[in-house]
């Protein structure tokens, strides 16, 4: 009885193992889960930013003029400023700007309170801005368009940037791209010959170029507002920079040893 059993058992258990390997065979599973086993080797590389810079001359200039002035009543002092703007725009248009040149930056009208006795709801007065800002070429009299808004009424010159227009980057950035570019190779070189390996072609390129400037301001604290003010005086003296442009290129090396 008991040689019965196990006679059974041997005979489920190859009966099973029967069945298994049919089903392997007939689902082609070794081949699959061999195929699911990829060995990846990464190539060893190395990491290079190139860099290159250009000193360029300003072709176009930002100013930013103001009017401000204060009065009790904010409807009067959003007038006085109106009145004031208006003079300096048509004037400026007079001297040769359009529409073109010239911006509204900014408006408002800014409540006063009476900090003075500790009074912080009562408003004792009110402050209008009007704020304009002038694009031109670097070539243009901005001597000349500053001093006329001035002695029409402008109280505030707040900055003026010499900057590079996107037409003279553009230009330049192929070029600097190229330097950038033979820099990031050079420092691989280098590198390579230090460390005793070799350089077997580029992985990828981020071609990110960057444009950094240094804007020089310029500020104006008087009003010119009397008659003396506006008497004939030396022209404001305003000198364009030049920018500095930088490409940077991170440029990724394969080597091998």
């Keep these: 009885m008991v040689l019965n059993k196990n006679m059974v058992i041997i005979f489920t258990l190859f009966t099973l193992f029967t069945l298994f390997t049919l089903f392997m065979l007939a689902t082609n599973w070794p081949v699959a889960l061999a195929q699911e086993v990829v060995i990846s080797e990464e190539k060893p590389t190395i990491s290079i930013v190139g860099s290159a810079e250009k000193e360029v001359a300003s072709d176009e200039t930002e100013i930013s003029l103001a009017v401000e002035n204060t009065d009790t009543n904010a409807n009067t002092a959003r007038k006085n400023n109106a009145e004031k703007m ?5 004037v400026l248009r007079e001297a040769g700007l359009t529409d073109d040149n010239i911006t509204t930056s900014n408006f408002q009208i800014t409540p006063n309170y009476d900090y003075e006795n500790s009074n912080y709801d009562r ?9 304009i800002e ?15 808004a001035i002695t029409n009424g402008a109280n505030r010159v707040e900055s003026i940037n010499f900057v590079v227009s996107k037409k003279t980057l553009d230009e330049n950035r192929m070029e600097l791209l190229r330097e950038a570019f033979a820099d990031a190779k050079q420092k691989a070189e ?17 071609a990110k170029s960057e444009g950094m400037y240094n804007p020089s301001p310029y500020f104006y604290d008087n009003s010119a507002s009397s008659r003396a003010e506006e008497a004939p005086s030396p ?8 920018n ?14």
Excluded: C, R
């Design 123 to 131: 408003i004792i007065s009110y402050t209008a801005l009007n704020k």
């Design 86 to 90: 208006n003079s300096i725009i048509n």
């Design 190 to 206: 280098l590198l390579a010959t230090e460390g005793n390996f070799t350089i077997k072609g580029i992985k990828s390129i981020d």
């Design 134 to 148: 002038l694009k031109t070429s670097t070539n243009a009299n901005i001597s000349k368009f500053i001093d006329l």
């Design 244 to 257: 500095k442009i930088t490409v940077t290129l991170p440029v990724v090396f394969y080597i091998v040893n």
């Design 235 to 242: 022209s404001t003296q305003i000198i364009p920079q030049k």
